[in-house]
């Protein structure tokens, strides 16, 4: 257990719906990163908050938007699904050593 | 940009050593990660390297040549559990980590 949490563990949806995935990083940890993996393109960085503040931006769409709130969880809205969305999102969190931790994931599952 | 390059899949057999390698080109370097997934679960960390090196771990090692761009992964003892699959990632500008596709080991006895 990584101490990372993730809701909800699996979500089945429509293509055109949006949906919301939440994550609570381990105490302490001020880091929150969202990762996207599916099966032909590997782990894919979304975006990383801290305390708050958006930090870095890797591959995130335009349709994908993400907030780290005050009690340091964070959560990564998902808009105008498309079938190519179905994925397992992963979010990390990271204090001030280097490593981070990963949470169970969310399978997305757009129909 | 980022360009990470490992092998897709190895195969090991029980008790023997592997090396699973990886190489990257970055724009800039903050350390090299490794870390192990099994299939459906979430990554958990093996190893760090930010100086060259070897880092020893137990039955798992980790190696890296900043001027040739280049680590890899050692299991030695290899057990069936080991099967997975197995993450390079280079930390570049600020935090970002980028991942590699990832290696397969399959462990036969």
């Known amino acids: 257990d990584s101490g990372v949490t993730q809701t909800p563990k699996h979500l089945i949806t429509a293509t055109g719906q949006r949906v919301t995935l939440r994550c609570s990083p381990r105490s302490g940890d001020l880091s929150v990163y969202w990762y996207q993996q599916s099966l032909d393109q590997g782990l894919q960085f979304l975006i990383q908050y801290y305390n708050g503040e958006e930090r870095a931006k890797g591959n995130i769409l335009e349709r994908f938007s993400a907030q780290q709130f005050p009690d340091l969880h964070s959560e990564l809205n998902l808009s105008s699904l498309e079938l190519g969305d179905s994925a397992l999102y992963f979010c990390?969190?990271?204090?001030?050593?280097?490593?981070?931790?990963f949470g169970p994931g969310t399978r997305l599952t757009v129909l | 940009g980022q360009n990470i390059d490992q092998p897709t899949e190895m195969t090991a057999t029980e008790g023997a050593i592997v090396q699973i390698n990886c190489t990257y080109q970055t724009s800039g370097f903050n350390g090299l990660f490794w870390y192990q997934q099994h299939a459906g679960e979430a990554p958990t960390f093996l190893s760090y390297?930010?100086?060259?090196g070897l880092e020893e771990k137990g039955r798992f090692s980790s190696f890296l040549s900043r001027s040739k761009g280049y680590s890899y992964l050692l299991l030695k003892e290899l057990q069936m559990k080991d099967s997975a699959s197995y993450l390079c990632?280079?930390?570049?500008?600020?935090?970002?980590?980028?991942f590699g596709g990832g290696t397969r080991l399959m462990v036969k006895p």
């Open positions: 390297n930010v100086l060259d």
């Open positions: 990632a280079v930390r570049g500008a600020g935090n970002m980590l980028t």
């Open positions: 990390a969190s990271s204090g001030s050593n280097n490593e981070q931790f």
